[in-house]
């Protein structure tokens, strides 16, 4: 299995501005996921984060919008830049683990934009 | 395209008696059918898993079955109570070379009710 936190939990933010969103996993994991959740809608997938190399970002996600650290098989960010009230969502972290790669996902954080 | 459809939207029910939620799903190559449970303000948390040979599983008071030639699951849960207040979410994975892609259902909303 897979213990992962997120910080923060939840924020409000003012448009134009920028938050980073912080993943911690109990265990090392190769691959970390961050998806987008807007309400009454299911996950979506914005990026895979890899350690040691740059994020793989999905259709209608840049980098420039939502740059991704990785700096070690336990960690990673999410930054949501230059927000809009079309940001506010929820955010969550996930890892995939073992044969039958169990998927795990974080708590989540609760954006909301101003 | 990968797809998966759940139904009903949003069930209500009362303390006690027992509902089916549905998955129809169109993802290929298949690998494996997750449900997922998800509280208000949470993360997703796996309640089964199944693979292509497997066509129930059991988890407490929760059922998955798995139709493989019809494409369809069912999630059945057994004298419910307050706390299976919550979303859940049917999860197909296709395995691509050493990749699992998970397509999300939107989920199906449950309210039990005293």
């Known amino acids: 299995s897979a213990v992962i936190s997120q910080k923060p939990s939840r924020d409000i933010c003012q448009r134009g501005t920028s938050l980073t969103i912080q993943c911690q996993v109990d265990s090392q994991v190769t691959m970390m996921f961050w998806y987008r959740q807007q309400p009454g809608q299911s996950l979506t997938l914005i990026a895979t984060?890899?350690?040691?190399?740059?994020?793989?970002?999905e259709s209608g996600f840049v980098i420039d919008k939502f740059p991704i650290s990785r700096p070690n098989l336990t960690f990673s960010t999410l930054t949501v830049s230059n927000m809009s009230p079309e940001d506010s969502s929820i955010y969550l972290c996930s890892v995939g683990k073992g044969a039958s790669y169990e998927q795990y996902f974080g708590p989540g954080t609760r954006l909301t934009v101003t | 395209k990968n797809q998966v459809e759940q139904s009903p939207q949003s069930l209500i029910i009362l303390e006690g008696k027992n509902c089916t939620l549905q998955?129809?799903?169109?993802?290929?190559?298949?690998?494996?059918l997750r449900w997922y449970k998800q509280d208000t303000g949470r993360g997703p948390v796996s309640l089964t898993i199944?693979?292509?040979?497997?066509n129930t599983k059991s988890n407490g008071r929760y059922t998955a079955t798995l139709d493989a030639d019809t494409k369809q699951s069912s999630l059945h849960i057994t004298a419910s109570q307050l706390s299976d207040s919550a979303s859940y979410i049917c999860?197909?994975?296709?395995?691509?070379?050493?990749?699992?892609?998970?397509?999300f259902g939107r989920g199906t909303s449950l309210i039990v009710h005293p």
């Open positions: 999860v197909v994975s296709a395995r691509t070379g050493g990749s699992y892609i998970p397509t």
């Open positions: 199944m693979t292509f040979s497997e």
């Open positions: 984060a890899n350690q040691g190399s740059e994020a793989t970002y």
């Open positions: 998955c129809n799903y169109t993802v290929s190559p298949f690998s494996n």
